[in-house]
């Protein structure tokens, strides 16, 4: 039997991404465990709009189960209303929220006169009265400290009580 001789440039690229795999598996092992952050819904503000455009500043209390502070320097969401899509927005707010603590974040958003038509049709199309089920997901952004790589996701349901 003979032995396969491979050559030196070889055997010290192989050792070398060994060693690197090693190291970044490594790594991972050593970073710390984070909680998904909480975020919920706490109220919706009328904003003034152009045109057929309906506008709302949405607000958002963030909650940190975590053990340090986490930075954010944006945030972006969707929000659907009877499951229907109803309006999206984004802003550049930063800040921090505090290890265990929260902070509310005003978002705002912009209804399209399409979206607006689709939930009249949605209320007149025997929805019950009294709530409505809605979902909000989004991305808050941080400069490398919220999730991996700069940016956590989050989702959260409730339903929004309307005026009698």
Known sequence: MTAIVL??????????AA???????????????????RVNLVGLER??????????????RVQNPNESA???DGISIELDVNGRPLASGVSAEAGTVPRFGELVITVPVSVSASAAVRQMIGLMD???RGEMPYAVRGRIAGGGVVGLFGGARFSAEGSLKLPQ
């Open 70 to 72: 986490i930075e954010f």
């Open 7 to 16: 050559p030196r440039r070889r055997v010290v690229l192989a050792r070398l």
């Open 47 to 60: 904003l003034k709009g152009e045109g057929f455009e309906l506008r709302f500043a949405v607000k958002l």
């Open 126 to 128: 025997g929805t019950p």
């Open 19 to 37: 060693t690197v795999g090693v190291a970044v598996l490594a790594g991972c092992a050593a970073l710390p465990h984070r909680e998904p952050l």
